[in-house]
């Protein structure tokens, strides 16, 4: 190749796996083909990042953009957008709020023909584990999903149905064989099914009453069933979305004798407690909920200690009017994917002094590598041309007109943050730029290198 490239960014802070370079990066047919200062060579884009980091673009491991069947809620083209704008370069969609849910090949291609056209970056597309489609794992493999989500409680869906506990071994065994893995959105089916009546039949249905409906033991006693199934069956497991910090640490225990399971987290966790929730009301209903202010505490350090693998949105939006109503029976759901990377440049970097370093592998390297998504998620030499550029220390108030979602609706709106993403660039081509989308949809669909 000749020292003609695509692109050079040049005079960069490059968050780098061995450390920060001051250097200029070149990028040429997609990929990063040199890391040098003072780079020779001309291309046909050069880029002054001048006092901007550069990170590797996010990936998101955990999203329902809803498309197709439920683009009320919010689109492929939407999500993407809003990704982008927060310095993403990848998602992997969930198998559900999409309708018909994700549960064979028929309606991955489906979800696959939206993309190809729709989605501003790359993406990728969970399978979906439920009792009426254990036969249909070999097709969704065969189609390229990165791995099975199932749920160990009501989905709200009704054509998603809970996994029970054959389910659960019969399908594991199948995953091991495949080697691929699961992800379990875990919280025990009995006790939140018979809390939630009993509070509806008493008429109790406040954030608080929803809390109690939901308490810690219902994800602490489900992490540690499920590390119980992978570790009878050595199928890979993801505990979604862990939100106690005693769940995290069954997962270490679990990783320390040999299990192959680990854990996402979602910002809200480690931003808001409780009492922000019963504040700001149905707009922030998760499931399951946001803690209280000693868990995150220790939240923050498992996450310091390396103890949670990634950094997720579980960006679960919906038409705003699901939202309106008593607590406990609205939509549990929340609009988070364009705000991971600058709240955690807020609230981990300027707060707790998280390296930039840990940052990336949290939003970027270690998503791509547990899903073995070749060539993503680091600033590297032959890894794609995917950057943020992002202004550290620039402060911004976020506004409805900022965000790309179908609905402007977002936990943080009036909320002050510091870092700003100025440019994301997928495999060397601008996507978004000082507030606005400049490419057409470009992405392409991500396979896991078994």
């Given at each position: 190749m000749s020292n003609r490239y695509d692109l050079i960014i040049r005079n960069g802070i490059f968050v780098c796996p061995d450390g920060l370079k001051t250097a200029d990066v070149a990028v040429y047919d997609e990929k990063i083909v040199a890391i040098a200062q003072d780079l020779s060579g001309d291309a046909k884009e050069t880029i002054d990042a001048t006092g901007k980091y550069v990170f590797p673009g996010t990936t998101d491991g955990h999203v329902h953009f809803n498309d197709p069947g439920r683009t009320e809620w919010e689109t492929i083209t939407t999500g993407s957008s809003a990704l982008a704008a927060g310095g993403?370069?990848?998602?992997?969609?969930?198998?559900?709020?999409?309708?018909?849910?994700?549960?064979?090949?028929?309606?991955?291609?489906?979800?696959?023909?939206?993309?190809?056209?729709d989605s501003l970056v790359d993406y990728g597309f969970w399978g979906g584990f439920t009792p009426k489609n254990l036969d249909k794992f070999d097709e969704l493999a065969e189609c390229?999903?990165?791995?099975?989500?199932?749920?160990?409680?009501?989905?709200?869906?009704?054509?998603?149905?809970?996994?029970?506990?054959?389910?659960?071994?019969?399908?594991m065994e199948k995953l091991a064989k495949l080697g691929l893995p699961l992800m379990v959105h875990c919280e025990n089916a009995e006790i939140t099914r018979d809390l939630t009546a009993l509070a509806l039949s008493n008429n109790k249905t406040t954030v608080r009453d929803y809390f109690a409906a939901r308490p810690p033991i219902t994800e602490i006693e489900n992490v540690s069933r499920m590390i119980s199934f992978a570790e009878e069956t050595s199928c890979k497991l993801i505990i979604a979305h862990i939100s106690t910090a005693k769940a995290v640490e069954l997962v270490t225990q679990a990783r320390n004798r040999g299990i192959d399971v680990c854990c996402e987290t979602i910002g809200h966790y480690l931003i808001l407690t409780d009492d922000d929730v019963e504040r700001m009301?149905?707009?922030?209903?998760?499931?399951?909920?946001i803690r209280d202010i000693a868990n995150q505490t220790k939240m923050w350090a498992r996450l310091l200690s390396s103890e949670i693998a990634f950094v997720s949105s579980d960006h679960s939006p919906c038409d705003p009017k699901l939202k309106d109503g008593e607590f406990l029976k609205v939509w549990?759901?929340?609009?988070?994917?364009?705000t991971t990377l600058p709240a955690m440049l807020t609230h981990a970097y300027h707060d707790r002094k998280v390296t930039l370093g840990d940052i990336a592998k949290l939003t970027s390297q270690n998503v791509n590598e547990i899903f073995r998504i070749q060539g993503k998620g680091?600033?590297?030499?032959?890894?794609?041309?995917?950057?943020?550029?992002?202004?550290?220390?620039?402060?911004?108030?976020?506004?409805?007109?900022?965000?790309?979602?179908?609905?402007?609706?977002?936990?943080?709106?009036?909320?002050?943050?510091?870092?700003?993403?100025?440019?994301?660039?997928?495999?060397?081509?601008?996507?978004?730029?000082?507030?606005?989308?400049?490419?057409?949809?470009?992405?392409?669909?991500?396979?896991?290198?078994?």
């Open positions: 993403g370069v990848a998602y992997f969609d969930m198998p559900l709020n999409c309708s018909p849910c994700t549960l064979d090949a028929k309606n991955f291609n489906a979800k696959l023909a939206v993309a190809q056209k390229g999903v990165i791995g099975f989500k199932a749920f160990s409680c009501n989905s709200g869906i009704d054509e998603f149905e809970r996994a029970d506990d054959y389910t659960t071994l019969v399908g009301g149905t707009v922030a209903k998760c499931s399951p909920p549990g759901g929340i609009s988070a994917c364009q680091k600033i590297a030499v032959g890894y794609d041309g995917d950057f943020a550029l992002v202004d550290l220390n620039k402060e911004f108030i976020l506004q409805p007109e900022d965000l790309f979602y179908k609905h402007k609706v977002s936990l943080y709106l009036g909320d002050s943050f510091r870092g700003s993403v100025t440019q994301t660039i997928l495999r060397g081509t601008t996507v978004f730029k000082d507030g606005k989308i400049v490419s057409k949809p470009i992405g392409r669909h991500l396979r896991p290198n078994l």
